[in-house]
């Protein structure tokens, strides 16, 4: 008969991994149950209760007599220490199906998971690459670099990784990074193992490294200006690009995988939560292999293609001109290498096959962007990173233009320290208000002139020298650009703009998201009298001035105003006129925060003073930056050369 029954193996005792019970030293028992004796033409025993028509099957009395040894056991406990069924992590039964993957935005959401609410580890589903898709000279960097900011900015943690750089080291590109443990595979082999993906590269090259040679102390170098001493096959220029040469696409192939794998380390292994893979992967061949190795990685990550397509002469001439001071062409001949980029374009042309039938008979996202954000195709977008990524894309244009941000002018509380509040502007507020129109109408008339003067000496291919910004304008739009004057709702906002608003050239308009940080039960108080009444709070924010959100009602923190901002920073991306800014300083913070690129930790601390104003140009390769500072004496401002965003010496501020 005992082989009729389920017997209970060794491990009957509790086991030592158990949680400790309230920390009595009991534990709760486990028990492991050995059902291979059980055999399905064996017969339990008979019942004792002859009224009983129907037997159950075997496993039924194995269970009870199971559950039933438990409950006997457990019930010598104490009542008190008794663990819930579902909370023994011995006990339970295990989670098969993945967690929620809903919407995060760190300041406000929180969860168990992500009390910051930040994407949590765990929810790999949530997790994104972005792998992008197009041929050179499409703006594919552009758009990953304003992509990361961006995403960056909204505090989730983003990369890019390039293609490019790691395959200009593995085929021995002069000039470029080179990260530790790699070099170029010209370099003859040595001794030491090769990280990815030199080592691979060089393998296919030259076969098994030689164990007795020695390394080169310098690559050598692709000459646009005179003779390639260089293999045909490996060098950097059009006929590396080559569909047809083998040895080249392999390199291609296996550096984008290695640049993958790196990618992928990043999203499963460390804090990543969006990982961008900047590469032309122009075949549906390079695009499924790409897949596929995500998907022998971890099958949970969410996928997304972005295909770069540009029709427009003006943009791709534009695109070419930023392209020819790479670092492929850096220092080169302009003629000899806008000759070689063109081939290069070719070469890839003859093997592409955009985004399309493919991809959607496989439900594959994407992302179409035609000519920079003029058109945007999107086909079966899941989550809110995807829905967030598409709608920021369409708010792209290369348009020419300056954004300034400046503070108010001083206010009745600034000047008696307070926070918050709604007071009006001091007399030197009002005289900051009327100089700061003065300037602006003069930088506005002068920066016309500047952008035509530049058109009209542009030239194709660049001369050597010529840093003409690549915007693909003509003169008449220049003349037509608005001018918008954006404020808060509160008075000493509104009053900075009041000569602007008298001024038919000045679109006005106010904004309450533009308000300055809530203070919440600190409202009208000084940050003196916050450390002496509450210091405990008062504490609790000079530590981590980013997360910290101030009690009482209406209280905020800069996560917060960087939720709130969001639409705004995309309103700001979409349109093609100028900006003025009249913020205040946790808005400035968050918002230059944003354009310059800084750290995380660098928003809050800041150092944005009353009379500081910055000018901001954004460019198809950045930003270019200008600082100027009040001058009440000169009733203008002055230009503060080479100036850098740098941490307030206030640390209360």
């Known amino acids: 008969m005992g082989g009729s029954r389920a017997s209970l193996s060794p491990s009957q005792t509790p086991l030592s991994s158990s949680p400790d019970l309230n920390g009595n030293g009991l534990k709760a028992p486990s028990y492991d149950l050995d059902y291979s004796s059980l055999k399905n ?16 099957p075997p496993a039924v009395p194995v269970m009870q007599h199971a559950l039933r040894s438990m409950n006997d056991i457990s019930a010598t406990y104490p009542l008190r220490d008794r663990v819930p069924f579902a909370a023994s992590d011995t006990l339970a039964t295990p989670r098969v199906r993945g967690h929620a993957t809903t919407l995060n935005v760190p300041g406000m959401t929180r969860s168990r998971a992500s009390p910051d609410g930040r994407i949590p580890d765990r929810d790999v589903a949530a997790k994104m690459v972005i792998i992008m898709v197009g041929l050179p000279a499409r703006g594919k960097s552009y758009i990953t670099k304003k992509l990361q900011r961006y995403l960056s900015w909204m505090q989730h943690n983003s990369r890019i990784f390039n293609v490019g750089n790691r395959r200009r080291v593995a085929a021995g590109a002069p000039g470029t990074y080179h990260h530790n443990g ?22 296919l090259l030259n076969g098994n490294p030689a164990p007795s040679a020695q390394p080169s102390s310098e690559p050598v170098e692709f000459d646009l200006n005179g003779e390639d001493p260089h293999d045909p096959n490996v060098d950097q220029s059009a006929n590396f690009f080559d569909p047809n040469n083998e040895t080249a696409s392999k390199i291609r192939e296996q550096v984008a995988l290695d640049t993958l794998d790196e990618l992928l380390d ?51 001439e534009a695109n070419m001109r930023l392209k020819l001071s790479g670092p492929d062409y850096k220092d080169k001949d302009p003629i000899k290498s806008l000759e070689d980029f063109k081939k290069r374009v070719e070469a890839y042309a003859s093997a592409y096959e955009p985004i399309g039938q493919y991809e959607e008979d496989h439900d594959m996202q994407y992302i179409q962007m035609i000519d920079v954000g003029r058109k945007v195709i999107q086909h079966r977008l899941r989550g809110f990173l995807s829905g967030g990524i598409s709608s920021y894309l369409t708010t792209f244009n290369l348009a020419a233009r300056q954004i300034w941000l400046t503070r108010h002018g001083q206010s009745v509380d600034n000047s008696l320290g307070r926070l918050g509040g709604d007071s009006e502007l001091t007399p030197q507020g009002q005289q900051y208000a009327l100089d700061l129109h003065d300037f602006i109408t003069m930088k506005r008339k002068a920066w016309l002139i500047d952008q035509t003067d530049k058109i009209a000496q542009s030239s194709f291919p660049p001369l050597p020298g010529d840093h003409t910004p690549p915007y693909p304008e003509v003169n008449q739009e220049l003349d037509d650009k608005n001018f918008c004057v954006w404020t808060s709702m509160l008075k000493r906002s509104v009053q900075t703009a009041d000569y602007f608003e ?4 000045y679109d006005v308009k106010n904004w309450e998201m533009l308000n300055e940080l809530n203070a919440g039960l600190f409202e009208g108080m000084t940050y003196e009298q916050i450390a002496r009444d509450y210091p405990g709070e008062y504490e609790k924010r000079s530590k981590d001035k980013l997360h910290y959100v101030y009690p009482g009602v209406g209280g905020e923190g800069y996560l917060q105003i960087i939720a709130r901002l969001r639409d705004m920073v995309r309103e700001i991306e979409r349109i093609t006129d100028h900006i003025l800014i009249v913020g205040h300083r946790s808005v400035c913070r968050v918002l230059m925060a944003y354009f310059m690129e800084l750290q995380r930790e660098d928003i ?47 640390r209360s501020a």
Do not use: W
């Not at 999203?267 to 990543?272: A, E, I, Q, V």
């Open 266 to 316: 990043y999203l499963l292994h460390g804090k990543g939560s969006v990982g961008i893979l900047d590469a032309t992967n122009s075949t549906i061949h390079r695009r499924q292999l790409l897949v596929d190795r995500i998907k022998a990685r971890d099958d949970r990550l969410g996928i997304l293609f972005i295909e770069s397509i540009c029709h427009d002469k003006d943009l791709l």
């Open 41 to 56: 033409d064996v017969q339990p025993p008979p019942s004792s209760h002859p009224q009983d028509g129907l037997l159950p």
């Open 604 to 650: 809050a601390d800041l150092d944005v003073p009353l009379g500081m104003l910055y000018a901001i140009e954004p460019k198809p390769y950045g930003i270019d930056f200008h600082a100027y500072r009040y001058n009440p004496e000169r009733r203008s401002f002055d230009e503060l050369p080479n100036y850098k965003p740098r941490k307030t010496l206030d």
């Open 182 to 203: 790699v070099k170029s595979v010209y370099s003859p082999p040595s001794n030491a193992t090769l990280d990815p993906p030199s080592a691979a590269a060089e393998i």
């Open 502 to 505: 008298a001024d038919e050239e």
